[in-house]
T-cell receptor, first 114, second 113 residues
């Protein structure tokens, strides 16, 4: 079965600092990888996705993620944190080898300190 | 137009009651889902359904049942509500190929008292 591991359930950064949220997946076949963001009291919104094209993927709100097959990782980064980035972030894996079912990580709560 | 809409947004009810949450998508997607998000924000798949197949997570109590009158709707019925059912329930939809990702509704916060 597929699995997704998000290291760090809580991450705090200062406003203007680098944001790094970690995600590792288990798959023998490169899957589709996604990052979703959930703002307080809202649903999940797609930030970006990797689907076997460019390994560096750019998403909304200045976020990007790099697919590294050798490390089975898909870490999410943003050069400069903004207060509005405070939210819950979920990594997910899917693809033909999962029957197109999504497997979500346990989420990382990002706090931005003024 | 909201792509995936859920009603109600908030639901407070007493133990033992039966309630329903409605979900509608206007994206023309083939598959719809129900997720439960607990107080620790963990997302748990409950059901996935398309016009051919219902897949049930075996850990979901049979008090929960999805009902789909048509391809654009997937409602969630819950019988004999328990305190532990309190959570946020999300509806989502996708095309048959997960390449495009899921589109989520804004959630229904269920509180059982």
């Amino acid at each position: 079965a597929q699995s997704v591991t998000q290291l760090g359930s809580h991450v705090s950064v200062s406003e203007g600092a680098l944001v790094l949220l970690r995600c590792n997946y288990s798959s023998s076949v490169p899957p589709y990888l996604f990052w979703y963001v959930q703002y307080p009291n809202q649903g999940l919104q797609l930030l970006l996705k990797y689907t076997s094209a460019a390994t560096l993927v750019k998403g909304i709100n200045g976020f990007e993620a790099e697919f590294k097959k050798s490390e089975t990782s898909f870490h999410l980064t943003k050069p400069s944190a903004h207060m509005s980035d405070a939210a819950e972030y979920f990594c997910a894996v899917s693809g033909p080898n999962t029957g197109n079912q999504f497997y979500f990580g346990t989420g990382t709560s990002l706090t931005v300190i003024p | 137009d909201t792509a995936v809409s859920q009603t109600p947004k908030y639901l407070v009810t007493q133990m033992g009651n039966d309630k329903s949450i409605k979900c509608e998508q206007n994206l023309g997607h083939d598959t719809m889902y129900w997720y439960k998000q607990d107080s620790k924000k963990f997302l748990k798949i409950m059901f996935s359904y398309n016009n051919k197949e219902l897949i049930i997570n075996e850990t979901v109590p049979n008090r929960f049942s999805p009902k789909s009158p048509d391809k654009a709707h997937l409602n969630l019925h819950i019988n004999s509500l328990e305190l532990g059912d309190s959570a946020v329930y999300f509806c989502a939809s996708s095309q048959a190929n997960s390449y495009y990702g899921y589109t989520f509704g804004s959630g229904t916060r269920l509180t059982v008292v």
